[in-house]
């Protein structure tokens, strides 16, 4: 059996020797060309002229397309249609002018910065105010949930805080920057070569760029050198660019971003501000919390919508919250257009009810961790009959009304985490070390330390519900071997062999038995976003689907042939039973194929059970939840505000792991890129809408001493009680809100540097946010 | 220009290049070896790191701002020669593989190719050897863990030999041929004063780490390029009874080992200065003579008193490490001339060196401070305090000074002392801090310093949970 183990990623001898081949390593015919943007240097405004005079006459320049030279609009966006490939419209600093055609990347690129450009420039929208005040949103107003009279709850609250918490976006930094490639062939035929993880959304634009049916377009991508939600849709108009010259050259056409080019054009996670307003009792348990997001989306919709809702849908993370309301601004600036980041607005969400958890405490004088076990969702209740909701209302418990009612409206089941804290407090030896940190720090004028427990509770299902689907497609050939194919794309995550596991236990043969293959649209069709941590969910599962059918047709074709029951037709160790005849796995596939049966198959998976109102915010948007929590220690420095993590210890949920060594490393980087995301990674942009962090210069992800220095990740590997691919859960996106625990650690280390005070405390918690956090804590 | 080097053990002789071509281009673009990636392009990421062979060692070293006439004489070794000739792992590629040290495997080639370089020099300090290389996917946690299991292994035989070696096996260049651009390799520095007193307009390359950028990212024009890394008799450290001099084209590597020894303060900072890949070949001629006014080198080297020595043809002249700097973008030298050395008096270790910015590793400082304060029965007797970040220079804070030396070492004196910090600087605000955070630290180092005089526990990285 493969699943299960710890099996290293499929494509670890490839990367450790440079053989993994990236889109940028695709050895080209000696005619191909390049492409850059010409880049609008103003935030808002009108490119009235556009001289490119010198553009052209640069080295390697072979033409240069103004938006007139394109086959229409090209638009790029993944939803309303509002992203022109190029415009004279700006609408942020960096927005395509022109796009460059030439002989060599560098060509290009140092072409497009000679064009001359005259504006007449527009007071850009930069701020939430600015935006507020404008009323520069998208969609009509805010969307609003809510559940029971909040003012009223609010009002007869023994306890009332009010705050707000400012969180900053974050780059991805994917190590691979944007890239794409388009080979022209036949008859209006475009192949694409892209980095992405949404080849069928790639192929649908650039279809449309191109006029032509999407039959037209194949899409494919063997792997990504990282992606996070940045490669979801940000890569559209490279694609589109690609095949749009390909089209009109007959020529092979790359395009990838320099790094500071990928920085300014792409879109990053949102930002959000977070207003709340909470009522609570002498535990710490919540009556009722109001809560209003803004968030600035940037320059056009792209995904902004449902990345908002999310953040609406965790709200809550693992708390019952007996009333509540949340309001979500999203609003139109003039900046890059903020996109899917791993998470998808569930980290901002849920740091918004932490933050409120981590302010109850400290005005109640509590530690934040009893606090937030007093608001915790109610226990699993399904281990047995009579002893939950599960099961209907006779056997409730009888008295108080449960407390397991999402504020959308889904009922939780399952809800891990009450266990989880017992033995990871434990495990992390918690109340101990809080004990002792406070005991250090009273002797210590400079440094402080700090620790926190934060739990979380993340939705797996993607929210607009038709994603919610996937397929596969799987050879058997006749010497045995089996070729995997299906719509998700590899990342880094592992994706494809944890699928390859599943498939090679199907058949009961060894992992060397199973050929991973890129992603390709003429493969599999129709396929959702590598996102919203589905990937093995949903393609396990079309995977398994393909898989059975095949193994079905081979055990009717062999229980036939050596006449026996088709329960007496074994798969396991490369071998197949059939009765009495043992056959290895490639003479039984030779036997089916030799009797004129198919060993090719497509599978197909819709995860059931799913409805969603979005307008409302009632339903059930999630098959399930993924649950996790992480203790982090910090130390402080208050003349500097300096920090460091010191230890972190995290117990996850990943249901029955699919191979364990790959979920733990989605669980340690999940964890040091939201605690980046928090501490270090700041986002800066000035007066005039530029973005003045674009390259690793001036823009610091975590860094090898940045890793923690104790490391502790567990898994709690129980079996998913919902009927996923081998009962696993999935693991992409949930760990990073691990992350936030390092943010309340270094809150509680600053409320021990100025007793009295609430930090309330801002992300990212750079050394400069931590001391000016400390001036003013020191001045109340 | 014409150059020859060894390419994972084959000789490459090139003629007429335009010297500006940088190594990562070459591999990839000419030679189909695109195992070294491109991640940033500017030296700050490490998905280019391949190792450079030549008498003084092999290191580490970004290639995206390398450019080709660097290599020549030398041995460059990519990731595609890094396992053995019969496809035997490195140690650290197996080790790689089994601690999942890979995960979307863009940035794994340069890992493989620094952690190569440390396992042959015998380097176990992973948080410090590792820290030019980033990752977005695996948190560090299983690369870390696969570094310290290869520790023990030995080194491959074939990491000893060739093609790691450079030297007589490298042909010689063969005569000038035409190229784009006007460049010269000069061997010593007289002829090194001879060319640049000729063509002041040429553009001095050592380490490349900076005028990397300018071509990678500012298309700036360069009109003649000088490259001084075969320039041997800059590369000296002369240690006298009094004085100790450090020839330009010293490397920031060789800086910190001679720096343990004499101001381990100064060298600990030095280990945040740049990546192990840029430390390895930016040297401190190039530190200074840039005129950055973050440059983390200079306020140390102030704080200890530095003299410069300039050499325009054969006039040389010296002048305080301090006079050096005049305004932002503005240095005391000549058209053609050109640092030789920075020499520092010898004397006793009071020197701290601290280094703020976002992250600790390879980051630009928002504030660098230096101090070097002498205290003999509660009073301070001397004080030598010097600052980067804090105005468009490396400067001086002679008021702070002032407001010390002839004081007792007690806090009334700190905080007169520290209200001097606004008579010195007038800090700006920009991407990496504010200006009221900059003066606010830059006054709580003193305080630092201070505290600990007084035994209490200041450093982050000394605690441990």
Redesign the interface.
Known sequence: MSVGKPLPHDSAPLHVTGQARYVDDIPLPANALYLAFGKATIARGRATSVDLSDVRAAPGVLTVLMPADLPGDCDTSPSAHDEPLLSDQVQFNGQPLFLVVATSHLAARRAAVLARVTYAEDTPILTIDAALAANARFEDGPRIWSRGDVTAALASAPHLINGRIEMGGQEHFYLEGQVSLALPGEGGEMHIIASTQHPTEVQHKVAHALGVPMHKVRVECRRMGGGFGGKESQGNALAIACAVVAAQTGRPVKMRYDRDDDMILTGKRHDFRIDYRAGFDATGRLSAVDFTHYTRCGWSQDLSLPVADRAMLHADNAYFLPAVRIESHRLRTNMASATAYRGFGGPQGVLGIERVMDHIAQVLGLDPLAVRRANYYDGSAISGPGTGQRYGGLHSPAGATPRNTTPYGQTITGFALHDMTDVLAQSADYTARRAAIRDWNAGQPILKRGIALTPVKFGISFTLTHLNQAGALVHVYQDGSIHLNHGGTEMGQGLNQKVAQVAADAFGVGMDAVQITATDTAKVPNSSATAASSGSDLNGMAVLAACDTIRVRMVDCLATLHQCAPAQVRFADGRVQAGATDLSFAEAAMTVYQQRVSLSATGFYRTPDLSWDRIRGQGRPFYYFAYGAAVTEVVIDTLTGENRILRVDILHDTGASLNPALDIGQIEGGYVQGAGWLTMEELVWDAAGRLRTHAPATYKIPATSDTPPVFNVTLWDRANPEATVRRSKAVGEPPFMLGISALMAISDALAQAAPGAYPALDAPATPERILMTLNRMRAQ | MNIAFLLNGRNVALTGIDARTTTL?WL??TQ?L?????????G??G?CTVLVTDADGTRAVNACILFLPQLHGRALR???G??GPDGT?HP???A???H??????????GF?AQMAANHLNGDTD???G??G????????????RAARAADSAPVPDWMKTDPGVSGSKIPPAGPGGDAPLPAHRPDNADDLAQLFAAHPDATLVAGATDVGLWVT?Q?RPLTRMIFLNAVRDLQDIVETETEIRIGAGVTIARLISLMDRLHPSFAAMLRRYGSPQVRAVATIGGNIANGSPIGDAPPALMALEATLHLRRGNARRTLSLADFFIDYGRQDRAPGEFVEAVSIPRQPDHLRVWK?????????S?VCGAFDIQIAGGQVTAARIAFGGMAGIPKRARAVEAALIGQSWDTATLTRACAAFADDFTPLS?????A??RL??AA??L??YH?ETTG???D??G???
């Open positions: 281009d990839r673009e189909a695109t195992a070294t990636k491109e991640g940033c392009n500017e700050d990421c998905a990519t990731v595609e890094i396992a792992p650290v590629q197996q790689m593989i089994d999942h040290g890979s995960q979307c495997g863009f940035c794994t080639p493989i992973h948080d410090t590792l820290s290389n980033l990752c977005r996917c695996t948190g560090y946690a299983p690369i870390l990212k298309n703020i910015a976002k992250r600790h590793d390879q980051d630009i928002a920009d991407m990496r801090a504010s009221a955070y606010q630290v709580n180092l305080r630092r505290a209490a526990a200041t982050i990285r605690i441990t949970a």
